[in-house]
């Protein structure tokens, strides 16, 4: 039969965003916070927020299916969270939670209820009720619709309008015990002097105004008064002369009854309708313990513990578990049957009876909670979840009862692994020495802030302790530095604490940061097991499971797969035990060696005989020398009695591959739900890595005769293996509410990398509703699958690209990317160029031209990976064209930013592999028209002259060229022209200037590019339009006298060489028609010019 584990969640109220804070009498807790000031100690300061109480509310007709309660330490606050969500269409929006503050302490952790009534059919309410020591019974209700859709009416201003403080009854007389909520308007008060108080409301206007106190028939007050008159006849209970031997310690009821068990180990049932005892009896006689064994220990302990829990099936369908916690403790299972007319109850013995001794369970353990539930019919019998603690330690076991072939009854207690993973992992994942190429502050950097493991809760109290304890010599250290992100806290008071200490003890070797960051990180760990501290079982009614309530998070209990139960038996407990005896650093560099080996390689590769060497060589390297032959002679004796090693590994992988995913009912995750997925998916992702690393050690230190399996089992162990890395490495990288890197505070897994992917990947983006059964058909139905393959490493690589996180690409991921896909070597190359590493990115793409250039899409790259890649060129162009295309793309991404040397290495390439596929003059015209734009950029004339030669579009030249104009412009170089061998260009390069020096409403500038076009025109012998191109200026724009003077004489002399017959100019008259023009000899202007020198 299957056993079960324990998976762990970082989640708790905090985690969730959106807090509304309520402060019941906020004068009153001003007041007392004025009288009484709040500690500053950091400790003080994190068990605040922890809870010393925890129940659930199952609710119905709600969006919210379960509501969690906490009560925390202190005994003041009270915080409420939605853990379970209903199939409700549009509940997108992210969840609140409430904490509510009160003026004074409750009186005891069990005076305090929360239930669910309704006002209506749509005004779903949430009560709270609560006894404080003053004797006061505060009432608050919350309309459930408020931790969705608030309207953020209530406030702490307003208290009145949704609290009422009242006192009922003379609490501050008779100490209230515990708080019993029979339904939301009948309240029971179980008093320490053993009295039963009922307290019966009505609802008006959405809170209960009218409170009715009922006395039930018993003579605990007339004992409590004969007490105050003879106090030297009273007996002494527990040092607590307030105790009675009728004082309650548990208590259940249902329809009109009220079962108790009292301290004097009696079991009392009461009828809530007539006030009167039913039923008493011994609960060793109920028990069948024995009397003598009962004698021996006169009362049960006085704080309430747990002794009984009701099990309702249906109306008429109710079972009572009984515990009696003395002398070994025993479990017994009634049945109940009662008559309402005749008040008659009786308990019908169903033969369940078992001690609650287990073996493996230390004596010091005592049984903190229980929670009965009663098997299929097919099944058959009983199954008792039991929680056994001793201070902060627990152990939690499940108990089957069935009925045998022989009528004998059958009980089998099961295992529930706590922290299997983690339990399984090989030290060397955690704390063995890092590798050479790892120094122990990133080594604990990654453990402590990338992992998962630590809330900022943790680290910032962890901090606070630290810097007062550890460093009191370094707080000039710390004032030093201005306070950053929390990382940068820690690292900055880490290293100044390695100063003192070096300067105090003249320590200088690494050991003494290794010693700094190891006394952080255990004092993380310390908080972290405090915040796992359980408190109780609970039980979604729903789907069954059973969760655990602890101090600061919750916890799943599941059933454990088919590989953790594979990893108790003989085959990998005896690998364990072997890999575990082997010196930590001999771990370390196996698995450095095998990161190196996986690295750069397509899992096509791995079962190149290359591989084989390596393996070779890191056995003879770290393993060969270094492991304990007897222990290696005790393996092979073990793992041949446990069959063939190598079918063995082959389930193994088996096991690892995704199995069918069965239908999820459609739903919205939780924040807790959420939080338990994603730590289920890197527990199962450290724990089957953490397996194959054993496999490996175990394939280096063995040889196999079937060489031809063992390749096979080669090849898929170390695929694994890499995706397992990438998957790591996806769960260290987490996002904030803005969608950027947090690199900030600790990792968050539930918006890290890999938890992006598998929301914008699943099917039912929506999630689906929570359950265990539902967690793991989703992570072994669908996570599995997604991470093994070539589809992940593409959309990591994408979210990464989208969020302009090259570096991390680059840093984190670059090695263990499959090196032959065509997308993922475009992203590689993109990524580079970047990142400013043009070189690097150009040899990719040359290097994979035929690769990229000959792939064809497929649908899922067309349907699912690149829409969601979001980059300024289009991927699937590269894809199934031409060499020629492919670098004449390649060419326009390099020029895109502007890395221009590698983009016309690029289009020269594209330029040499034409060939009759490319025959397309307009194609070719345009490689040459972007070779002519890159050798713009670089000013490599010669190569602009060559390629404008090739471009025989008059348009495509004509840009061309302008785009030459420009840049000469821009550069001030327009002469440069007229040092280019552009004969064939001449008359556009003569329009494009001449519409520049027309165009152009600046004088001075228009002038510059009058004496460009002069300068053209005359390189190219057009004497006469050189001479009209300076005219032309002096009749637009009429410059001064001066410029004047200088451009006539110009004119006249270059007019003056010309033969007589053509000394004579054309010019255009102001105001003529666009094609008019005049003609002027040269004694006119000479005229022109006389006029001009006479005027001065």
Not at 82 to 99: A, Q, W
Request: aromatic letters at 8%; hydrophobic letters at 40%.
């Amino acid at each position: 039969m299957s056993s079960y584990t324990i998976t762990n969640s970082q989640w708790d109220t905090r985690s969730q965003s959106k807090l509304i804070e309520l402060d019941v009498s906020p004068h009153l807790i001003q007041r007392q916070t004025q009288l009484i000031p709040i500690s500053s100690d950091p400790e003080y300061i994190f068990r605040s927020q922890l809870a010393v109480h925890t129940g659930v509310l199952q609710l119905t007709q709600s969006p919210i299916a379960t509501l969690q309660y906490r009560l925390l330490t202190g005994l003041r606050s009270i915080e409420l969270c939605p853990i379970k969500l209903n199939k409700i269409v549009g509940l997108e929006s992210e969840l609140f939670h409430f904490k509510i503050n009160f003026p004074d302490e409750l009186t005891s952790i069990n005076c305090l209820t929360v239930n669910q009534f309704n006002v209506g059919e749509q005004d779903h309410s949430i009560i709270i009720d609560l006894i404080t020591k003053t004797g006061l019974l505060i009432t608050c209700v919350l309309r459930i619709s408020e931790f969705i859709t608030p309207s953020f009416t209530n406030s702490s201003d307003n208290y009145q309008d949704w609290c009422k403080i009242t006192n009922p009854y003379g609490f501050d007389i008779r100490t209230p015990h515990i708080l019993h909520s029979v339904n939301y308007n009948y309240l029971m008060v179980l008093l320490k002097d053993g009295g039963l108080i009922g307290l019966e409301r009505r609802l008006e206007s959405g809170l209960f105004n009218s409170i009715e106190p009922i006395v039930f028939n018993d003579n605990s007050y007339l004992q409590s008064i004969k007490s105050l008159l003879k106090p030297w006849n009273k007996i002494t209970i527990n040092d607590d002369p307030e105790l009675s031997m009728n004082t309650v310690v548990d208590v259940v009821s249902f329809e009109n009854y009220l079962v108790t068990v009292t301290i004097e180990k009696k079991l009392k049932v009461w009828s809530i309708l007539t006030k009167d005892l039913l039923y008493e009896k011994e609960l060793s006689e109920i028990l069948g313990v024995g009397r003598e064994n009962n004698n021996k220990t006169r009362v049960l302990a006085a704080n309430p513990t747990k002794l009984l829990d009701l099990l309702q099936i249906n109306e008429h369908s109710n079972f009572l578990t009984m515990h009696f916690p003395l002398q070994g403790g025993v479990f017994k299972i009634f049945k109940i049957e009662h008559s309402y007319q005749e008040g008659d109850f009786q308990l019908i013995d169903l033969g369940v009876s078992l001690s609650t001794v287990v073996p493996d369970i230390s004596s010091s353990c005592v049984i903190s909670d229980f929670k009965t539930k009663k098997r299929s019919q097919e099944e058959g019998g009983w199954e008792l979840w039991v929680l056994w603690k001793s201070g902060a330690y627990s152990i939690v076991k499940k108990l089957i009862i069935s009925n045998g072939s022989n009528g004998q009854l059958n009980a089998q207690w099961l295992d529930v692994h706590s922290h299997l993973s983690a339990e399984k992992k090989s030290q060397v994942f955690n704390d063995c020495k890092p590798s050479s190429r790892e120094s122990w502050s990133e080594f604990y950097h990654h453990k402590i802030f990338q992992m998962g493991n630590y809330s900022d809760l943790i680290l910032q109290t962890s901090l606070r302790i630290f810097q007062t304890h550890f460093q009191p010599q370094a707080d000039q250290h710390r004032s030093s530095g201005a306070s950053g992100s929390l990382v940068d806290d820690v690292t900055r008071t880490i290293t100044a604490s390695l100063d003192v200490q070096a300067q105090l003890h003249d320590i200088t070797d690494d050991s003494s940061l290794q010693t700094q960051w190891r006394k952080f990180d255990t004092l993380c760990q310390e908080f972290k097991k405090q915040t796992e501290e359980s408190l109780n079982f609970v039980h979604l009614e729903d789907t069954g499971d059973v969760l655990l309530a602890n101090k600061g998070s919750v916890s799943l209990i599941r059933l454990e797969t088919d590989l953790e139960s594979l990893s108790h038996e003989q085959f990998l407990a005896s690998l364990s035990k072997f890999v575990r005896k082997l010196p930590l650093e001999v771990l370390a560099n196996v698995r450095d060696s095998i990161m190196d080996l996986i690295a750069n390689r397509s899992s096509n590769n791995f079962g190149e005989s290359t591989v084989n060497a390596e393996l070779a060589r890191i056995f003879n390297s770290h393993v060969s020398e270094r492991f304990n032959h007897e222990a290696l002679q005790e393996l092979v004796e073990e793992l041949v009695s446990a069959g063939d090693a190598l079918q063995l590994i082959e389930r193994v992988l088996d096991l690892q591959q995704e199995q069918e995913q069965a239908a999820t009912v459609p739903g919205v995750l939780s924040g807790l739900a959420d939080s338990l997925l994603m730590n289920l998916v890197k527990d199962t992702v450290e724990f089957n890595s953490n397996i194959l690393f054993e496999i490996i050690v175990l394939l280096l230190v063995l040889e196999f005769d079937n060489k031809e399996q063992l390749q096979v089992l080669i090849t898929r162990i170390l695929t694994q293996y890499k995706n397992y890395e990438i998957t790591r490495r996806t769960l260290s990288i987490s996002f904030n509410k803005q969608g950027t890197i947090d690199s900030d505070t600790a990792t968050d897994i539930t918006r890290s990398l890999l938890s992006v992917l598998i929301n914008n990947n699943n099917s039912n983006s929506n999630g689906f509703l929570f359950s265990s059964g539902a967690l793991l058909t989703f992570v072994h139905g669908f996570v599995l699958k997604f991470i093994n393959s070539l589809q992940f490493q593409q959309l990591a690589v994408i979210e990464l690209v989208n969020t302009g996180n090259f570096h991390i690409i680059h840093r984190q991921f670059w090695d263990f990317l499959d090196i032959q896909d065509p997308i993922i070597l475009l992203i590689k190359a993109y990524t580079l160029l970047k990142l400013g590493l043009s070189s690097k990115a150009s040899k990719i793409l040359t290097n994979n031209a035929s690769v990229i250039s000959n792939y064809t899409t497929t649908a899922s790259d067309l349907g699912i990976v690149l829409p969601q890649l979001e980059v300024p060129f289009d991927v699937v162009s590269f894809f199934h064209v031409t060499l020629s295309q492919y670098y004449f793309l390649s060419s326009q991404l390099f020029s895109s930013e502007c890395q221009f040397n590698e983009a016309l290495d690029l289009i020269n390439l594209s330029i040499s592999n034409e060939s009759l596929a490319d025959a397309d003059d307009k194609a070719r015209e345009a490689r040459f028209f972007a070779q002519c734009q890159i050798s713009l950029q670089l000013v490599n004339f010669q190569l602009i002259e060559s390629s404008l030669r090739e471009i025989h579009t008059d348009q495509l030249k004509r840009q061309a060229i302008s785009n030459l104009i420009d840049k000469l412009q821009e550069t001030n170089d327009l002469k440069k022209l007229t040092e280019l061998k552009l004969f064939n260009e001449y008359y556009i390069i003569d329009e494009l200037l001449h519409s520049k020096a027309t165009t152009t409403s600046d004088s001075i500038r228009a002038l510059y590019f009058h004496k460009v076009l002069y300068a053209f025109r005359m390189t190219y012998k057009n004497h006469r339009g050189a001479v009209e191109s300076l005219y032309e200026y002096v009749l637009t724009r009429n410059p001064d006298q001066q410029i004047k003077i200088e451009l006539y004489l110009t004119i006249l002399n270059l007019l003056r060489t010309l033969e007589e017959n053509d000394q004579w100019i054309l010019y255009k008259k102001k105001n003529s028609n666009k094609n008019q023009y005049s003609k002027k000899l040269l004694d006119q202007l000479n005229d022109e010019y006389t006029l001009i020198i006479g005027g001065i």
